[in-house]
Structures are given as C-alpha cells and as structure tokens.
C-alpha cells in the first residue's frame, strides 16, 4: 500500500500547481519548518474527484489546525530529522537525483510483466487522503491513468500494466491522519488494503 506520494519517488513530472519555493529555501531550519508546515496542513478542495486540477488547492491550507499543532518545538525534533533538510542532507539529495531512475524503479514494480511474474500475487493499492496538498491528489489522478496507459516516455515501449492496481480517496483527514484520528487511519488503510 502506498499512501500520498511524490511524484519524484515514482518518477513522475511535477503537478501543474506545484510549488517548489520552499525547496529553494537555503536556511535548513527555515525550508524544515515551511516543509513541515506544509506537509501537515489541511487543504479544502473543490473536489478529489474531478481529476481536473483547477480543482485542487495546492498552496493555501484551511484553517482547520495542522497536524501535530499540539506539539513544542522541542517534542517535534523528536519525530523528525532536521538533518534531512540540511544543505548535504539525504532530502537535499534526493531531490537532485535523475528522475528516470525512479521512473525505472516504478516500471519494474507496476508495467513490466517479466518483472511482476517473480512475485505473481503482489497487489499495489495506493490511498490519498481528502485534505492532503493538492500535488498528492493530483498525483493519484496521474497515476491512475498511467496505471491504464503506461506512457511511453517514461517507462517504454513495452510497458504495460503488470499488477492488480487499485486507488482510492479517503474524504477525512490528511496526510496526518494516523496522527489526528488514529481509529479512522486504520478504518481508511483496512478499506484501502482490501479494495
């Protein structure tokens, strides 16, 4: 199960609305604490379903209070790793890493059949959560109709979907779900699971 992606982890082009400005940030503490607040908001769409990104909210959170708001500063840097973020953090690097690589890796896991007949009875079920950043839906959208229609730009000539692939959107929560609503998140990654 795969639950709000990047496109970069799937090797997919950035959504339409997707803002890289926190990425260019050059302060570490400053693009952690933008990424961090980015991440755990909540966004009011028009609709997860319309697969029209004019419907999406991809910058402007609601005012409902992010995940984790209840935590200090001090009881944040327990669960996460600022040294990610750094200048020569693994973060940092990831997002400079040539993205046919992963585009490689998602073809071996979803559209190439040699591949999938070792391990024949993989499922892949991808969830994304209602109130997620815009770019996260938007990228269920996007995988969904590559998941029908391979493009060959990406992934080749010869791909081809080679997995049972379902996708779902769960109407509650965000990204953070487990974190708000811990009941709910294993309700929504049951339902998901079992589609």
């Known amino acids: 199960m795969l639950s709000d992606s990047t496109a970069l982890a799937l090797g997919i082009p950035n959504s339409p609305g997707y803002n890289i400005g926190l990425w260019s940030e ?9 990424f961090f607040d980015w991440v755990t908001a909540h966004y009011t769409h028009k609709s997860v379903t319309s697969e029209n990104p004019d419907d999406l909210e991809f910058s402007h959170p609601s005012d409902i209070p992010h995940s984790m708001d209840d935590l200090s500063y001090s009881q944040r840097a ?20 040539d993205t046919t690589v992963f585009a490689a890796l998602t073809k071996r896991a979803l ?58 959107i769960q109407t509650e929560g965000n990204h953070f779900i487990f974190w708000e609503d811990p009941e709910e998140a294993i309700r929504q990654y049951s339902a998901t699971i079992n589609l």
């Open 26 to 34: 050059t302060d570490d503490r400053k693009r952690f604490d933008a």
């Open 78 to 97: 327990e669960y996460t790793c600022l040294d990610a973020f750094s200048y020569n953090g693994c973060d940092r690097k990831l997002r400079s890493c």
């Open 111 to 168: 559209f190439d059949k040699a591949h999938a007949e070792k391990l024949p009875n993989v499922r892949v079920r991808y969830m994304g959560s209602g109130t997620s950043p815009g770019v996260v839906i938007w990228l269920l959208w996007t995988l969904r109709k590559y998941a029908e229609n391979p493009p060959e730009e990406l992934y080749g000539s010869d791909a081809e979907r080679a997995r049972d692939i379902k996708f779902i």
